[in-house]
């Protein structure tokens, strides 16, 4: 993969910011000529790493959920979500900075947290 695809994939502008996110993430990056790559598949891990510890953190049944995942079956994922007590939530945790909100998004933002 060319580091333009990675830089639309990210939603980067600048070279240095996905050299730096490759850096941090330990994904290689390869000088070919003029040209940097990396393998896609390094990408695929980053993801897959990022989504087995949300699951495991926010759902009492990860292995049932990250085997419907792997499989690609949504029923499977919809009944290992369904399968959430009443009690049991689900927490997203937000990562914002507040200076760059418009002032409806952060009444929504606190009125979130407040709930």
């Known amino acids: 993969m060319e580091i333009q695809t990675l830089?639309?994939?990210?939603?980067?502008?600048?070279?240095?910011?996905?050299?730096?996110?490759?850096?941090?993430?330990?994904?290689?990056?390869?000088?070919?000529?003029?040209?940097?790559?990396?393998?896609?598949?390094?990408?695929?891990?980053?993801?897959?790493?990022?989504?087995?510890a949300f699951v495991d953190e926010n759902y009492t049944n990860p292995s049932e959920i990250l085997a419907a995942v792997k499989s690609e079956d949504k029923d499977q994922l919809l009944k290992a979500m369904e399968t959430l007590s009443g009690d049991d939530e689900v927490k997203v945790k937000l990562k914002v900075n507040k200076s760059e909100m418009s002032q409806a998004s952060k009444k929504l933002l606190d009125q979130l947290k407040s709930a």
């Open 7 to 52: 830089l639309d994939l990210l939603g980067f502008s600048d070279i240095r910011s996905a050299r730096k996110f490759c850096t941090e993430n330990k994904i290689p990056l390869l000088n070919l000529g003029k040209r940097v790559y990396t393998h896609a598949l390094f990408l695929d891990l980053y993801v897959e790493k990022k989504i087995t």
